[in-house]
């Protein structure tokens, strides 16, 4: 009899057995004790195996409603469950005994109760289940196993039925994969809302794998079908299928040929009745009215009089009119249109090549092919500060279009070498969080940055976040003045909620001031931290509306060029192109449990340790740059230091938590001082993205002031999943490198650039290549090409829906290689198109 059974078993026992328990358990028996789990048999029984009445049956959990697993057997006198190899506690057991009235045997009967929290608990690559097992004095016997599972049911079909036209008495096959759930779905097909019975309309046949197929479509199976997938969980609808039948028709016969008319022709017609046209049906192909000339023995003798006469006057008088009021209506445009013009033209700085003193781009080596520098001599200025037109006496513009901010103080705000003023800029910051509809707008002068911006465009960076705004020539109308912000919004400045399985996939990111008028679309760029799979994603793109509430505006990979926002997707990177400025953010909704965010785990420790206890933070955060520098500057006010370079962990949607643990300590100089053997950070804590940088925290115990060097693994994995061991071997007295100085890139470039220094391509030479490639060429060697041989092709009808798709492509262009661009190979390229035009870029310098 097992060991852990002894406290279980009664005193009345034959005397080996009662022996045998004394000796293994160590426990006395003392006479007429009995447990609440034990029960005698009669002498006549005793020699009976018990079986099972009733054994636990598998269950699914749903929501967080417990289940009950139920055992009943005889004769026993002891039953108890096993759930994952270990043994339930007593206490866990509801008993109830009676007495089988036909053999008096005893009846055993226990229950016990199973949480969703112990099912993701102990969860692991095996599934959750329980046993029973009962005893009598002859011996054991075991119940079958019960498996509990959680139950869930996805909401994204993988693939759902797609409306179509099809003629009368046409096959037709609707297809169904319904989502991803446990248990397995079961599907109905609806037509109309109403479901449908194969069985009482053999017309239709729903096949094992859940597709409709209609035998013969007749016209009374023209509607909208829907596949329905439900569980014990929920029910699920796809997007209805519109089924429209129709009947091949064509015309009536001809009619019989007219009497010949004045104009010397006949004619006659048919229509198209055979059936008409209905319910969407197309009319049919053809001529409906046919004519024929006459001969002339049929055509009518007729004579022009006077009132034929009369009539082409009339005719000539009015024509004569309206081309007199066309001259007149073109001299009035004309004449407004010059004087718009001139106001434009008065206004020199809108066509000011600004940007901030001291800023130059870097010219890379042997880029001879791209020389071109703009030549802005008559119409730019060198400026330094805020721009206000020239004609402003008070030093102030005015910004009509949309709820924009007030001007500045003149000379309050400068751009020194591209840096930010940190007074101006706190003021700056300050001023917009008054404003009504900024009042979630962060006081956080280290991750926000602004500058002012005309039709030349710029580009707004927030250091070391991988945030920036490019805002391209001609985004800005010509004659409009815009101060342009960018900033990151911390947890508590702005909450985004998220339901359900949907996960925040990157920072929330505010740039305005929205309502702003734009030309052509900016382009914000940010980290994300998903797999980068649209396949095992459903990514929407979020943008927070004036009263506060947040609002879908994209799905991603199902761009429609009409839509004012299109992304462009890389590995660790999303790029926004967006007509309208506001607060954005992409979150994320997994199809399946393949997807995975991509966590970055990064170790920190205190700088000095003067005390026995040393203590190893280990941080678990989205793997985007701006969480890392949050944590970074958290730690730095704290003392702390990294201990080894960040690492990368993919964190499945699978329900699992997270468990770090520490091993392979020298214990002779060192221990742990945690009691459990791992510490846990709950999945849901993590999915969601709201809470920034989770962490636990590891409490050592060195044994001796004197031991400085410290050798362990840290180990990270999912539940269910793979993991990953990391060596640690360091002095915690010596290792003094600072904080950021290795794995954090101090990036150096200014917050903010305007005008050509804002751009790897001189302007001049962008409009050139512009007007070389915007004009299609037969044989493909224009922007087509350009984008393709910038594996930007996937992107084709985006760039074709704009007035200039070259412009475009190099927007795309500038924010990707803004950093670590090199114009020699985008020379090369252009080159390598093989058109004429690419000699532009050998202009020398002289002739611009």
Sequence with gaps: MPLLLGPFVRCRLSATLLALWLVLSGFTCTGGSEHAATATLPAAFSDLLPHFLVEPEDEYIVKNKPVTLTCRSTPATQIYFKCNGEWVHQDDHLIERTVDPATALPVMQVTIEITRQQVEKIFGLDEYWCQCVAWSTTGTQKSQKAYIRIAYLRK????????????????????????????????????????????????????????????????????????????????????????????????????????????????RSREC????????????????????????????????????????????????????????VVLVYRRKKEGLDADVADSSILTTGFQPMGIKPSKPENSHLLTIQPDLTTTTTSYQ?????????????????????????????????????SDAAAEFVSRLSTQSYFKTLPRDVANTSYGTFNFLGGRLTIPNTGIS????????????????????????????????????????????????????????????????????????????????????????????????????????????????LGTFALVGESLHMGAAKRLRLVL??????????????????????????????????????????????????????????????????????????????????????????????????????????????????????????????????????????EFLLMDSNATALAGPSAFQIPYLIRQKICSSLDAPCPNGADWRMLAQRLKLERHMSFFASKASPTSVILDLWEAQHFHSGNINQLATVMADIGKQEAMIFLVSDGEC
């Design 385 to 421: 500060g805020t721009l206000r037109s020239r004609h402003d006496a008070t030093g102030k513009f005015s910004m009509t279009n949309g709820p924009l901010l007030d001007p500045l103080p003149n000379g309050s705000h400068t751009l020194h070498n591209g840096k930010l003023n």
């Design 469 to 580: 705004l490019l805002i391209p020539p001609e985004a800005i109308p010509r004659g409009k003045i815009y101060e342009i912000y960018l900033t990151v919004q911390r947890k508590e400045d702005l909450r985004l909620p998220v339901a359900g399985c949907q996960t925040l996939l990157s920072p929330i990111v505010s740039c305005g001031p929205p309502g702003v008028v734009l030309s052509r679309p900016v382009i914000l760029s940010m980290d994300h931290c998903f797999d980068a799979c649209l396949d095992n994603w459903a990514v929407r793109l979020k943008k927070q509306n004036y009263e506060g509430a947040w609002e879908d505006v994209l799905l991603m990979g199902e761009e429609l060029v009409s839509d004012p926002y299109y992304c462009q997707l890389e590995a660790e990177t999303c790029r926004l192109f967006s007509e309208q």
């Design 604 to 741: 920190f420790s205190d700088a000095y340790c003067s005390t026995l206890e040393y203590n190893i933070r280990v941080y678990c955060m989205d793997d985007t740059q701006d969480v890392f520098k949050e944590v970074m500057q958290m730690e730095r006010q704290l003392g702390g230091r990294l201990i080894d370079e960040p690492h990368v962990l993919l964190f499945k949607d699978s329900y699992h938590n997270l468990r770090l643990s520490i091993h392979d300590m020298p214990q002779a100089h060192w221990r742990s001082k945690l009691l459990a053997g791992y510490q846990e950070i709950p999945f849901y804590h993590i999915w969601n993205g709201s809470q920034r940088y989770l962490h636990c925290t590891f409490t050592l115990e060195r044994l001796s002031l004197s031991t400085c060097e410290l050798t362990c693994q840290l180990c990270v994995w999912q539940v269910e999943g793979e993991g990953q061991s990391f060596s640690l071997d360091f002095n915690i007295a010596k290792d003094t490198r600072a904080l950021d100085s």
């Design 156 to 267: 994204n079909f993988e693939e759902e039925p797609q409306g179509k036209e099809v003629a009368l008495d046409q096959e037709v096959l609707l297809r169904c994969h319904p989502p991803e759930g446990v248990p397995q779905a079961e599907v109905e097909w609806q037509r109309n809302e109403d479901v449908i019975d194969p069985a009482s309309d053999p017309n239709f046949v729903i096949t094992p794998d859940h597709n409709l197929v209609i035998k013969k479509a007749r016209l009374a199976d023209t509607g909208n079908y829907t596949c329905v997938a439900k569980n014990i969980v929920a029910r699920r609808k796809s997007t209805s299928a519109a089924i429209l039948v129709y009947v091949d028709g064509g015309w009536s016969e001809w009619s019989k040929w007219s009497a010949c008319g004045a104009d010397c022709s006949m004619w």
């Design 273 to 328: 009745t055979q059936p008409s046209p209905g319910t969407g049906g197309k009319d049919c192909q053809g001529l409906d009215l046919q004519s024929l000339n006459c001969t002339s023995e049929q055509c009518p003798q007729t004579v022009s009089g006077a009132e034929d006469v009369a009539l082409y006057v009339g005719m000539v008088a009015v024509a004569l009119c309206l081309t007199l009021l066309l001259i007149v």
